[in-house]
């Protein structure tokens, strides 16, 4: 299968920070990127979906300010969550799809972000 | 929308034991669905990916069954092992979606013990 590349792994900050995720596609071009939010015991809930050179598409109830979301290149997206709070602490996970593999998304390892 | 169930959230057994997990779904209009698994803590490894032509795929001592009529799936675990211990997830796409957004259960989390 292809290959997405997370980091950091894990991340500690400080409340009023920001954070900056990265999520790289090693070996294909992934024209579409998606940034999940995982809470404990909870399941994965999609945050946004972003599509090389355009403007992210973020659910309902997620704030687009907060959580900004950059997807200038076809192997790079990614997540900056600003002014964290304690209760920004979470894992947030990205996949990518492209070409060929159009119907299936390959995971990122993952962030678990603590705000302290 | 989706709404993905997985049931049950936690089973606990012993190492050679044959599992069921079970994952239901409410619009049967999909594409695919996906099973994975989810150490603690780490990311998601893809264990079987079946297309809606399918009805079961298999890996090694995994098979995944598909029934869309009736949005059910099951992911059978044969012999299970200690290191089968994770958390497993079943997530499937949009309604008539091939995008790879993915609508996720609560999963079902496994221990084996020795």
């Known amino acids: 299968g292809a290959v997405v590349s997370q980091h950091p792994s894990w991340v500690i900050c400080k409340s009023g920070t920001s954070v900056k995720i990265e999520c790289r596609s090693l070996?294909?071009?992934?024209?579409?990127m998606f940034w999940y939010r995982q809470f404990p015991k909870q399941s994965l809930m999609l945050m946004a979906t972003?599509?090389?050179?355009?403007?992210?598409?973020?659910e309902q109830g997620v704030e687009k300010d907060k959580f900004l979301i950059n997807h200038a290149s076809l192997t790079l997206s990614t997540l900056t969550v600003t002014s964290a709070h304690p209760e920004d602490s979470s894992f947030y996970i990205c996949s990518a799809s492209g070409p060929p593999m159009n119907t299936e998304a390959f995971f990122g390892q993952g962030t678990r972000l603590t705000v302290v | 929308k989706q709404e993905v169930t997985q049931i049950p959230a936690a089973l606990s057994v012993p190492e050679g034991e044959n599992l069921v997990l079970n994952c239901s779904f409410t619009?049967?209009?999909?594409?695919?669905l996906q099973w994975f698994r989810q150490d603690p803590g780490k990311g998601l490894t893809s264990l079987l990916l079946i297309q809606s032509s399918q009805r079961e795929q298999t890996s090694g001592r995994l098979n995944a069954s598909l029934d869309k009529s009736s949005g059910r799936s099951t992911l059978y675990i044969a012999a299970s092992q200690p290191g089968d211990s994770a958390t497993y997830l079943c997530a499937v796409p949009d309604r008539g979606s091939t995008l790879g957004r993915l609508y996720f259960g609560r999963g079902t989390q496994l221990t084996v013990w020795p």
């Open positions: 619009d049967s209009a999909i594409y695919n």
């Open positions: 972003s599509n090389e050179g355009s403007k992210a598409t973020y």
């Open positions: 070996d294909f071009q992934a024209t579409t």
